[in-house]
């Protein structure tokens, strides 16, 4: 209550703040425009005094001339200040009543419990969907989707190949609620082909140019658009770049408590979870020692959004950011999602939660980790890899069925920890 009082009183001497700069501004003005007052009468002038001030009054028109247009141009330089002072005011009383609404959104206040006892909401509630977004897609959900969850994966005639290689493995393991959107008209006929449920974007000459030509990193920035009209719907997205190898079926190993949950670039357990690294400056002295956290980005090619206002903005800000510069789509998402709000900045207040570095595993892992430690390669069997940290992806992804659907041991032997 304390804060909300002070916040009242602050609104309150804006306000006033702005009423006495009216003030100022309409005196100072006036003053300049009648430096003799509002009612000094010049009826007492003999004919002669009077013949002097028209004369006067002649010779220095142009001069009051001047005089206006400069005081006209600075009273519409103080209106401008005014109508400034005044948007900054509407938007300090916009945000604390959004904010005020957000809160009452949530629930009653309650009181805290117990030392140990308290816990934060980090699971925000769904949206409504909204049909009349895409009808046509919304059709083709309806009839696909399981538990109004779906995976999506992007794909152009570029990655023909390797999405052959993903929809062998979703199709051993029986997942129903799989979608490719086709970017380009190959892929279309490519799916109607081999019985795999697809979805056709209608034209857009902007996008359909990167979808029929762009490579990989190209195709991978489109989601952020095409996965908005998904969550609009109301359905939770497990968004699959074609680089990836399913395994298991991911929807029983999600924990659905966040707004974005998402797989991991680390390699351990240091870089997937994070860690406190410390940075050492000697020329400080005592306090040469700063400590930092640090965490090895989310991966932008396999992660699940829930239905959510924060999930949609975050589609937003990722979005916007790629259409007004050439910037790879996982550095703007992981910055989207990890940076605080500051002056001058609003954060994304978006719930997240990284996976299961084992069970959604990236090739750094399998390959520098994994392959090499006998009692992994019998214990471990992930839910997906992705073939995200080496360039050749196909034979790495091939060779992953070979070795974890086919039993074949030394089938991941062959390649090198990195790239040649």
Known sequence: MAGRRDRTQQLRGSRIAIAILIGIIIGCVCALIFPNGFFNSNSSLTVNERVQVGSSSCESSKTLKSDFASLSEKNNELKKQLRELTEKLRLAEQGSDNARKQVLSLGPQIKAGPFG??????????????????????????????????????????????????IASVKRLA????????????????????????????????????????????????????????????????????????????????????????????????????????FDEPTMGWARYAHTMRIWVFNSGFFYLRPTVASIELLDRVAERLSKAKLWDQAVFNEELFYPSRPEYVGLHASKRVMDMYEFMNSKVLFKTVRKNEEMKKKVRPVIVHVNYHPDKLNRMRAVVEFYVNGKQDALDSFPDGSE
């Open 117 to 166: 006892t308290v816990k934060s909401l980090r699971t925000n509630p769904t949206i409504l969907s909204d049909e009349s977004v895409n009808p046509r897609l919304a059709k083709i959900l309806k009839s696909i989707a399981v538990d109004k969850e779906v995976i999506v994966a992007l794909a152009n005639a570029n990655v023909k190949a390797m999405l052959e290689v993903q």
């Open 175 to 278: 997942i129903k609620n799989y979608l490719v959107v086709a970017l380009d008209d190959y892929i279309e006929s490519f799916c109607k082909q081999n019985d795999v449920a697809y979805y056709k974007r209608n034209p857009d000459k902007e996008l359909d140019a990167v979808g029929k030509t762009g490579g990989n990193h190209a195709v991978s920035g489109l989601k952020f658009r095409v996965l908005r009209e998904f969550l609009q719907l109301g359905y939770g997205v497990l968004l699959s770049d074609v680089d990836i190898v399913f395994l298991k079926n991911p929807f029983s190993h999600l924990y659905r408590d966040s707004d974005v949950e998402s797989m991991s670039d680390g390699h351990d357990n240091m870089t997937a979870y994070g860690f406190n690294d410390v």
